[in-house]
């Protein structure tokens, strides 16, 4: 239908599982979505009193001790818990798991945040060992302080929450783990998908996870001026595209996928959500914060998405933004879409669900894929919250005041990550593929 080549593997997503500011599981952040229910709120856990910013997007009613057992649980920190959970729904959600037969076939590829210590462990190092303001080496090494803890050394590494998946589900493939800031899991997602396509793995758990709702990065994201003040009115907060949008606001979470050769999804009966068509990336590097105004390195990205799926611009039905709800980024992702669609842009819907669920940093392009995936399945566009006075630098056709239904047969999920690194996600109705 669309010029692909049935010659190469293709993959299907056959399972989702979410931990996210509006639900602990994918059923019950997809309803917060319909609802418009925002999980924007007050900070809850911990005292933010002093900061210019007191909002966000937390993780509410967690419990870590439904994810694994206490032996496991102490090796791993707050979001990577949020990993262990969604990756577990997704498992459970597509009836397939590694087994001694097929653990060599299984790969795990995760998008993941790059703040490995978080302020309580630093905040514990600082009264241990420089209790008058400055460090005392000799004090490292006492029986019973954190720094001679080698858990608080493992919890840190970038590669910790890999580590805990792969061991807690017994897979023995590829695994890599990747921080590419915002991107981080959108291209953990495709680079999944590629290794089913070249052979390298028959299944992938896919996703990403994390969480900077604590003082270090609440302060360094208020540094920046990158978050809205608007502390008084929280579910309002977040406005993508609308007129009046002041920053985006810190979400957390975590969002898995499970990929799987699509022949061999179709033999086993899986239900699959749809197929994870196509993937483009780009490094614009323009400024450490923002993309070009002219949206330079998204257009790359969802040009090559584009054509990696073997999709026309008149296919695509829906975008997933990355919508931030920053000035400079929300004009350059409609200038990019305007410049990558065409004439076809006036009829695609798009909205961000940053609007209700916040930014979840190296999580939101694996949750956002997921939210997509759910979105052709369900035959609805999520809605854009907070859109009141568009902003007239954004001509698209938003999703406004509730979801939209209508058939989407190509998904697009757009993830722009700090630095410049860029992802596109082409996700494709199952009815569609012809394989």
């Not at 931990?19 to 994918?26: E, H, I, R």
């Not at 907060?237 to 975590?254: I, W």
């Not at 006036?346 to 939101?364: E, F, I, P, Y």
């Not at 949750?367 to 759910?374: D, G, I, K, S, T």
């Amino acid at each position: 239908m669309n010029g692909v080549a049935t010659s190469r593997r293709r993959v299907a997503i056959t399972g989702i599982g979410l931990v996210t500011p509006l639900g602990n599981d994918a059923a019950s952040t997809w309803a917060a979505l319909m609802a418009a229910r925002s999980g924007i709120a007050p900070i809850a856990s911990f005292d933010a009193s002093g900061f210019p910013v007191r909002v966000a997007a937390e993780v509410k009613g967690f419990d870590a001790a439904a994810v694994a057992e206490p032996k496991r649980l102490k090796f791993a920190n707050r979001y990577q818990r949020f990993a262990l959970a969604a990756a577990a729904e997704a498992l459970r959600d597509a009836g397939v798991a590694p087994d001694d037969t097929t653990a060599v076939r299984w790969g795990c590829v995760v998008g993941t945040g790059m703040m490995g210590v978080d302020f309580a462990a630093l905040a514990e190092l600082h009264r241990d060992f420089a209790p008058d303001g400055e460090l005392d080496v000799n004090r490292f090494f006492a029986a019973g302080t954190a720094a001679a803890d080698p858990l608080a050394f493992c919890r840190s590494q970038p590669n910790a929450g890999l580590w805990l998946l792969v061991r807690r589900f017994g897979i023995r493939g590829y695994a890599s783990a990747v921080h590419t800031a915002c991107s981080s899991g959108g291209q953990a997602v495709g680079a999944g998908m590629k290794l089913i396509r070249r052979g390298t793995a028959d299944y992938v758990l896919a996703g990403g996870f994390d969480s900077m709702i604590d003082p270090i990065g609440l302060a360094a994201f208020c540094l920046l001026g990158a978050l809205s003040p608007d502390n008084d009115t929280p579910t309002r907060a977040s406005r993508p595209f609308d007129r009046t949008r002041n920053g985006f606001v810190l979400g957390e979470g975590a969002g898995f996928l499970v990929l799987e050769e699509w022949h061999a999804a179709r033999r086993r009966g899986a239900h699959i959500y749809a197929e994870l068509a196509g993937d483009g990336n780009s490094l614009s590097s323009y400024r450490i914060t923002d993309t070009h105004p002219s949206g330079d390195g998204p257009i790359q990205a969802m040009q090559r998405a584009l054509a990696d799926a073997g999709v026309r611009p008149g296919d695509v039905d829906y975008v997933n933004a990355h919508g931030t709800s920053t000035p400079m980024n929300d004009r350059s992702e409609c200038a990019a879409i305007n410049a990558v669609l065409g004439a076809d842009a006036a009829r695609v819907a798009v909205s961000s669900t940053k609007s209700l669920m916040g930014h979840l940093v190296a999580a939101a392009g694996a949750v956002e894929a997921a939210v997509c995936a759910l979105a052709i399945q369900h035959r609805t566009a999520p809605v854009n919250a907070n859109l009141l006075e568009l902003d007239p630098e954004c001509d698209l056709d938003f999703v406004r005041d509730r979801p939209r239904q209508r058939r989407i047969g190509v998904a697009l999920s757009n993830s722009f990550g700090f630095g410049g690194s860029n992802n596109c996600l082409v996700l494709r109705h199952p009815d569609d593929v012809q394989a």
